[in-house]
């Protein structure tokens, strides 16, 4: 019985201990000044000298696909026209979660209105 209760107070603990930092991690975002826009975000993802690009035409409409990893986040972004002028989608996820999701079609985000992004992805970008 005081090994069932032990095991249940370590996984409290570490449950916990997770959630405390999960929550801290979200006000740190919340608390933080706006830095990029979507489009800011598209253009380094796009001209990134180690982003993988793949061009597809549909219907002849060309869409682009772009795939960056920089340290443990994968940035992807999906755009379309010849130029990529105009963003479908954009995301930033690492190994444990998605840090951000941009949807053309959702309208929740304007692509020229500044984010608050976490303090790795500002320091990965250079702002």
């Known amino acids: 019985m005081d090994n069932l209760l032990k ?4 996984k409290t603990r570490s449950t916990l ?5 999960s929550i801290k991690d979200k006000l740190d975002i919340l608390l ?3 830095t990029l826009s979507v489009e800011e975000l598209a253009s380094y993802i796009a001209t990134h000298p ?4 793949e061009r597809k035409n549909y219907l002849g409409i060309q869409l682009n696909f772009y795939q960056l990893m920089v340290e443990n986040l994968v ?3 999906e755009t379309k026209g010849t130029s990529g002028e105009y ?3 954009l995301s930033i996820h690492s190994n444990q979660e998605q840090l951000f999701e941009y949807n053309s079609y959702q309208h929740k985000v304007s692509p020229q209105k500044p984010l608050k992004l976490t303090d ?6 250079g702002n």
């Open 7 to 10: 095991v249940l107070t370590d």
């Open 17 to 21: 201990h997770h959630a405390t930092n």
């Open 32 to 34: 933080q000044k706006p």
């Open 50 to 53: 180690h982003t993988q690009h």
């Open 75 to 77: 940035f992807y972004l």
């Open 87 to 89: 963003i479908l989608k």
């Open 120 to 125: 790795s992805i500002n320091n990965l970008i």
